[in-house]
């Protein structure tokens, strides 16, 4: 049955030191080059390359303890031998020779791989050289145009230059006396609100609103949220809710102005309320 590839099961197997014919096997591919073949096309180029990178480690380990192995197989050979020159147990030196072969056709697919992408890149790098050479043959046509452009913008560019000292001047004059009108109307324009302690409001300037203070005016009414307010007349309390309302469209307009008391519990009411009922 043939098992999923994974990144998961990849590094599980690599960390136990399995060889590229072990994961071949595992994962049910006829052989060694089927399955690296899948694992590029599968991981990517830059992934599979780390993949069979540590494979080959594997590889090469497990070719030393194969090598080893047939290396105490020839030392120790006359101890197998049954007095008839043979070897009595003939299976295990071929199936190391197997492993060995297979872990020498491993390392020869990872050879092959390497040097198909260095053939690649080569191939790459000498279409890039070409590309390069042909840019600068019509690099050296352009400078030629582009020197006698340049020589031609330099007189133009001193006669900008010289202009733009002149515009930056005048443009440094207007940006100055349009900031004295503007301060000077921004100063006409503020509007002065005098509250006085009878509840009475006059303005520096005359001034029109929408007067929609009834309800601010019942939610001051219903309010025990400071004890200044219970010493306020029903006039004052409803002043100071028109008063509310007032510097609410004020600031909508992004119109500048002051607010002036002559009562001291007023104007305590009045900073109290501004930030519950204006955000």
């Not at 990849?10 to 994962?27: D, N, P, R, Y």
């Not at 050879?111 to 070409?130: C, F, G, P, V």
């Not at 600031?251 to 009562?263: A, C, G, H, S, V």
Request: hydrophobic share 35%; net charge negative; charged share 30%.
């Amino acid at each position: 049955m043939t098992r999923r590839l994974s990144a998961k099961i990849m590094e599980e197997k690599l960390k136990l030191g399995w060889t590229t014919s072990q994961l071949a096997s595992h994962f049910g591919f006829q052989n060694n080059e089927d399955f690296t073949a899948h694992l590029v096309k599968f991981f990517g180029d830059q992934k599979a390359s780390d993949y069979l990178s540590r494979l080959l480690k594997n590889d090469k380990r497990n070719k030393k303890k194969l090598h080893s192995s047939v290396v105490e197989v020839s030392k120790t050979g006359t101890d197998d031998l049954n007095g008839t020159g043979l070897i009595e147990n003939p299976d295990t030196t071929l199936e190391n020779m197997k492993l060995y072969a297979n872990s020498l056709k491993n390392e020869l697919t990872e050879l092959e791989l390497t040097l198909q992408r260095s053939n690649e890149d080569k191939q790459k790098l000498s279409s890039m050289q070409a590309d390069i050479l042909r840019q600068l043959s019509e690099l050296r046509e352009k400078i030629v145009i582009f020197k006698e452009k340049y020589l031609n913008s330099l007189s133009e560019k001193e006669n900008i230059e010289s202009s733009i000292k002149t515009l930056e001047i005048q443009i440094q004059e207007k940006n100055l006396a349009l900031s004295e009108v503007e301060s000077k109307i921004a100063e006409l324009s503020k509007l002065v609100v005098y509250v006085y302690g009878d509840g009475q409001i006059e303005y520096s300037h005359p001034y029109e609103f929408q007067d929609d203070s009834h309800s601010l005016y019942e939610a001051i009414v219903s309010d025990d949220g400071i004890s200044e307010v219970e010493n306020l007349t029903l006039k004052q309390v409803k002043q100071l809710a028109k008063l509310i309302m007032i510097t609410k469209f004020l600031i909508e307009e992004n119109r500048k102005y002051e607010i002036i008391f002559d009562d001291e519990k007023m104007e305590v009411c009045y900073q109290h309320y501004i930030s519950r009922f204006i955000h």
